[in-house]
């Protein structure tokens, strides 16, 4: 596990999504040029991921995020929501760099632990448990990360426990394939209330722009 920042951004009224990509993907640019660097990673909802509608199962409180490390939280545009972050990889994938967009999607699942866990219990299921019984029932999602959070790092930030992020090559790698049949369904649907909060997660589709990465 790495330690990491993430950063998130809501899209101005007066501006596009495309706009909002484009301004975002800059910022991710200028963060790749400081040599202290080792992560940037951009996502955002800029209107091309392809997603289809199932994927945008909650509402979003933003619109975009920036995943980085080796660098202080103040290198990047200001945020509307910051965290610390341990980033753990589930299930890798190759993926391009130097801004090169990765096919498909990739969406962002903030999630909130049940109020009778810790959030080291929390963890620990999502961890040990919950990424066991996704990469085995899930045969269509080919990236997956767990980002714990471990610091909020900026005011009224949403109190969340962590972000799962899940990639998809295809929207119907996303339809045709996030289960590998009813007994897969089943298993993640059994699981994911064992310790997370269903009513208060977001779900966020978006493009990802990958301009450095260790792994």
Not at 167 to 184: K, M, N, P, V
Not at 188 to 202: C, K, L, Q, S, T
Request: proline share 7%.
């Amino acid at each position: 596990m790495t330690d990491a920042l993430i950063a998130f951004y809501r899209k101005p009224a007066d501006e596009t999504p495309a706009e909002f990509g484009e301004r975002l993907r800059s910022a991710a640019t200028e963060l790749a040029e400081d040599d202290r660097a080792t992560e940037v990673i951009a996502f955002v909802d800029d209107g091309e991921s392809g997603a289809p509608p199932e994927a945008s199962a909650y509402p979003s409180s933003y619109d975009g995020a920036l995943v980085f490390s080796g660098l202080p939280l103040d290198a990047a545009p200001t945020p509307d929501a910051a965290y610390a972050v341990g980033r753990r990889v589930i299930k890798a994938r190759q993926r391009g760099r130097g801004g090169a967009r990765t096919e498909g999607f990739t969406i962002l699942c903030p999630s909130v632990r049940l109020p009778f866990l810790d959030h080291e219990q929390f963890d620990a299921h999502w961890r040990d448990n919950h990424s066991r019984v996704h990469v085995k029932a899930s045969p269509g999602t080919c990236h997956y990360e767990q980002l714990i959070i471990n610091e909020a790092l900026t005011p009224d930030a949403p109190e969340w426990d962590g972000v799962g992020l899940l990639s998809f090559a295809s929207a119907s790698e996303y339809t045709e394939r996030l289960f590998d049949g009813e007994e897969g369904q089943r298993a993640i649907f059994e699981d994911i209330p064992r310790f997370v909060d269903i009513e208060r997660g977001e779900t966020l589709p978006a493009t990802e722009y990958v301009y450095r990465d260790d792994i």
